[in-house]
Every structure is written in C-alpha cells, then in structure tokens.
C-alpha cells in the first residue's frame, strides 16, 4: 500500500537559515507524483511544490527545493533563507492512482516548522 | 487568481443534527475532492468527483453524501453528525487528473459538533 512517512514532528531553525524536510515514500508504482503544502495555524493548505516520479531534475520554486533521491524513496523539501512567515506545518503528500481518472493523495503524519528570530 | 471556495468557513452543530458543506472550485477545474482532516491529524480522503460523477470513494461514512453538480460545484451532506465529526473539511480541484495535476485547497470548512 502507498505510505508516507515524514518522522520529524517538530524542527527548529533560526531565521535565515536553510532547514530540510525529510519524506520517505513507499510505493510498487512505477509513475506517480509528490507534493509538498504548508498549513499555518489559520488551517488553510497551500500548494508548494511538485516532484514527478520520471523527473530528472529536482523540483525548484523560490525558497523551496526538493532533493528527490528515486533510489532511496525520498523527497526531502529544502527551505533556503527561512522567514518567520514559514513557521507552520509541512505536510508531504503522494498522488495515488487508482486508474479511471480515480486518484487522491496520501498525506504524511506532517512537521512541524518553528523559526526562531 | 481565483481559488478555491468553500461556505460556510465555520459550522457548529448539535448531535443527530445535518449539515452541508460546499465547494466552489477554480474555474476550468472538472475534478473535485474532499478531505477530512481531524485535530492534529493529517488529511484523509473521503471522496472525489471527476466531469460530474463520482470517481472515488475513501473512507467516508454512510451518514456522509456528496455530489458535483452541473456547473462542477460540489457539497457534501453529512447526517446523524457525530462528535467525532469535528473536523477541518477541506474541499480540493484540480484541472483534470494525473500525476502532474496538483490539487488546489480551499480555505476548508471547520465543523464543530456539540
């Protein structure tokens, strides 16, 4: 069964600094996709940034990175330059095909991010 | 850019009582789907719609109904409300369906069951 497993609860980092995510995925699919959204405390869930399983490159928006190692199973997200506005949770999520246009993602237990001034 | 909707932002409700929640997706979008996310829990799947008709199903009680409607719309009915109902009910569209088609969040719909 598709899993995702993020086994940080919680990660401190000073404003400034870099910090990353880990995501380990488990999946017999040979095609699939990887999500990364940040929830605030407010609740919404906003998109950051996406990893094709045949992508050759690591996905890149802005201050988010993602060091996508096929191999290992995991999609860890970088955040460069961190802002007090990135504390919140990260959730690391997997789209799950089930063919016939049926699909949904698959999220993981979520971490969460503290920036400290 | 337009996101995606949901009405009403906060619900309370009583025990054995109904509620209705709705999702207006980004325009274009034909795919809708809906989350539950309990206190401190990640979001689980409950059901999704693909052009109008239902194309998935997670795990989703009974007491729970939805549709997507002509104009892609979607609500989803919930009766005999639980206490264990309370929940962030998140509303997603994407523009079709595949691994490339990221799904959009709406601002979700806190229920609240007394």
């Known amino acids: 069964a598709q899993k995702i497993t993020q086994t940080q609860p919680g990660m401190f980092v000073q404003e400034k600094e870099a910090v990353t995510l880990d995501c380990t995925y488990d999946?017999?699919?040979?095609?699939?996709?990887l999500f990364w959204y940040k929830q605030p405390s407010s609740g919404e869930m906003i998109f950051l940034i996406y990893q094709g399983s045949y992508d050759e490159q690591n996905a890149t928006e802005g201050r988010y990175s993602l060091n996508f190692q096929k191999a290992r199973k995991s999609t860890n997200l970088v955040i460069s330059a961190s802002q007090l506005g990135d504390s919140a949770m990260y959730f690391c999520?997997?789209?799950?095909?089930f063919g016939g246009g049926s699909e949904k993602l698959v999220f993981g237990k979520g971490t969460k991010l503290t920036v400290n001034p | 850019a337009a996101g995606v909707i949901q009405s009403p932002r906060h619900l309370i409700k009583e025990k054995r009582e109904t509620a209705t929640l709705k999702c207006y997706p980004i325009?274009?979008?034909?795919?809708v789907y809906w989350y539950q996310q309990g206190p401190g829990q990640d979001p689980q799947f409950l059901i999704s719609f693909y052009e109008k008709m239902q194309s998935d199903k997670g795990s989703i009680p009974d007491r729970f109904s939805a549709q997507q409607f002509s104009d892609y719309h979607s609500e989803l009915n919930m009766s005999s409300l639980e206490l264990g109902d309370s929940a962030l009910y998140f509303c997603?569209?994407?523009?079709?369906?595949?691994?490339?088609?990221?799904?959009?969040f709406g601002p979700g719909t806190r229920l609240t069951v007394t």
């Open positions: 999946t017999s699919d040979q095609s699939y996709g």
């Open positions: 997603a569209s994407s523009l079709g369906v595949g691994f490339s088609y990221e799904q959009y």
């Open positions: 325009p274009r979008h034909d795919t």
């Open positions: 999520a997997m789209r799950v095909s």
